[in-house]
Nanobody, 122 residues
Framework: HVQLVESGGESVQTGGSLRLSCAASPNTISNYVMGWFRQAPGKGREGVASIDSNGDTTYADSVKGRFTISRDNAKNALLLQMDNLRPEDSAIYYC?????????????????WGPGTQVTVS
């Protein structure tokens, strides 16, 4: 059974940085495609970044060059380094896992989700 728990969300000023973490149940990070999604009030959940078991990644255009997704298989952890944060990055950020063979930002491909962590940029 896959379990995911996000942490690291907080309030920061525009231009600041945050590092989100997702703690996963054993063998999840290395065997699943992992993704970060976010949902702002009144908006749908959108894909932010994804990484597969080979380390291949994909990013939403809005975060390219500012966010970096990475994986620590030994610690069963997924990370999201967020730099140069903007107010429009404010949202609840979710970690997700998918049984697919390539990185993807398509929400419907992900079967497992964490409860989310709040990021506020002002």
């Amino acid at each position: 059974h896959v379990q995911l728990v996000e942490s690291g969300g907080e309030s920061v000023q525009t231009g600041g940085s945050l590092r989100l973490s997702c703690a996963a149940s054993p063998n999840t990070i290395s065997n699943y495609v992992m993704g970060w999604f976010r949902q702002a009030p009144g908006k749908g959940r959108e894909g932010v970044a994804s990484i597969d078991s080979n380390g291949d990644t994909t990013y939403a255009d809005s975060v390219k060059g500012r966010f970096t997704i990475s994986r620590d298989n030994a610690k069963n952890a997924l990370l999201l380094q967020m730099d140069n944060l903007r107010p429009e990055d404010s949202a609840i950020y979710y970690c997700a896992a998918a049984r697919i063979g390539f990185p993807s930002l398509a929400r419907y491909l992900y079967a497992y989700w964490g409860p989310g962590t709040q990021v506020t940029v002002s």
